[in-house]
């Protein structure tokens, strides 16, 4: 589908602030899980790395399905997989609060609650780039904020109803603040293509006569009137014969003309049928074969594939850190008393600051977003390299800070997916993409505490 110029204004600055409001209610709570998590220690009595897999499968599952995401946008829209997915999401954030042990959790928080922000993180994206061209870098970096913004109040906001409510009563509240997505789903308006008839009359047009059971052309006006003619000469000359004549002439034409009507009608419309059948079978088929060879256009270009290998080291890396910075810091024995905000907090800020201010940057014209976003993976290594010699609570509030700014290069993924591919296949792309990003998000935390363990023995 050809979408009509771009308007970079309008109702895409409503589109910007109900995506923004989207990923905040959506991301909020899996992205401060940190703070569920040391919750959930105490409530099943399960193993730090069984937990974590919790927070893991939260912020992966929906990554990993971003092809699947992908292709719910574009079947049926950004407003019906929102307004789908804000059910998800609040569902299994109030079924969590009845989970009877860790691996209802998986379920309930890990797959529903992942499965539904990936589908809304992949519908807002792409709405948002199909209102913005010039603009579009500024546009995403304010809607990523969203899930930022989200992890520097919910940490505080689950905090304080875990003191006031209780575990189960701190999820059903938030559970119950995430249906607001539906009534931001609602006002994504669809962009409309520019030079596309109207949907009724393509889908009329688009439709072949064979597969239709019953069809008749219509007749022009000297059609007609022949046919009347010649009925009114099969009358006229069936009244100059004898009645029984007539009676049994009538007859033997009626039933005749049943058998054969019968015969052939039973005959046409199995033929047409299995002919219908046919051609949708492998008009699916083709559709199917049409995505894997795309997909396999898109590895050859080198720059997509350099992104796909970036993007998943950058998450087995790049993500532990929201989930693990606070067991770190005890860990070094940082003094609980030297703490002016939480690290996480801290963290969820600075990824606001950062998406926005990249997502700018990513707008003028003498900057290179693909450079631009090596130069924040590269910072990022060295950032995660001088965790281990962090001792104090002023330098792991640096890291994090740092680290959260660096996080924020989320912002300008799509608009150098966007760059390397072109917008008409940005969904596809980006949902492969994205299943790489969520591989490296469920690998890393388990793959940190793996190497924590054998760090232990050997020293």
């Known amino acids: 589908m050809v979408f009509r110029k771009p308007p970079d204004g309008g109702w895409g600055w409503v589109i910007v602030a109900v995506s923004f409001v989207t990923q905040f209610l959506c991301y909020g709570s899996p992205l401060a899980v940190g703070v569920l998590y040391v919750e959930w220690l105490d409530a099943f009595g399960e193993g730090k790395g069984k937990t974590a897999w919790v927070g893991s499968l939260a912020n992966g599952i929906g990554l990993l399905a971003s092809p699947v995401c992908s292709i719910c946008v574009s079947s049926f829209g950004a407003r019906p997989v929102a307004i789908f997915s804000g059910f998800m999401v609040a569902g299994g954030l109030m079924m969590s609060s009845f989970a009877p042990n860790i691996y209802f959790l998986y379920i309930s928080y890990g797959i529903v609650v992942g499965l539904g922000c990936g589908l809304l993180y992949t519908a807002t994206v792409t709405i948002t780039c199909q209102y913005f061209d010039k603009r579009r870098g500024l546009a995403l970096g304010l809607i990523s904020t969203g899930s930022s913004v989200g992890l520097f109040i919910y940490a505080a906001l689950q905090r304080e109803l875990i003191d006031l409510y209780g575990l189960d009563g701190c999820l059903l509240i938030v559970g119950a603040l995430s249906l607001n997505i539906l009534a931001c789903g609602s006002l994504m308006r669809p962009l409309e293509s520019s030079d596309s008839p109207p949907p009724e009359k393509m889908c009329v047009d688009k439709v072949p006569d ?134 996480i907090s801290i963290l969820g800020i600075m990824t606001a600051v950062g998406k926005l201010t990249l997502g700018i940057m990513a707008d003028f014209k003498w900057v290179n977003t693909l450079y631009l976003y090596v130069t924040t993976l590269l910072m990022t290594g060295v950032a995660l390299f001088a965790i281990p010699f962090a001792k104090s609570y002023l330098t792991l509030a640096m890291l994090s800070g740092i680290l959260g700014f660096l996080t924020g290069n989320w912002s300008i993924f799509p608009y150098v997916t966007t760059k390397t591919v072109g917008i008409e296949k940005l969904t596809h792309a980006y949902g492969i993409l994205m299943f790489f990003a969520g591989l490296g998000n469920s690998l890393g935390p388990p793959i940190v505490g793996k190497v924590k363990v054998i760090t232990i023995k050997l020293t």
């Open 210 to 343: 064979q597969y239709f059971v019953y069809h008749e052309k219509e007749k022009t006006v000297e059609e007609n009137i022949s046919i009347l003619e010649k009925g009114y000469n099969d009358e006229k000359s069936a009244n100059n014969m004898p009645d029984y004549k007539q009676d049994s002439i009538l007859n033997k034409n009626v039933l005749s003309s049943i058998n054969v009507n019968e015969k052939d009608t039973y005959k046409k419309k199995v033929v047409e049928q299995t002919n219908f059948c046919k051609q949708l079978a492998k008009r699916k088929w083709q559709l199917y074969l049409n995505y894997w060879e795309e997909t396999v256009v898109l590895f050859k270009n080198k720059v997509f594939s350099a992104l796909f290998v970036a993007i998943l080291l950058f998450d087995i890396g790049g993500f532990p850190p929201s989930l693990l910075m606070e067991d770190v810091a005890r860990s070094a024995n940082v003094n609980e008393d030297d703490y002016r905000m939480p690290l």
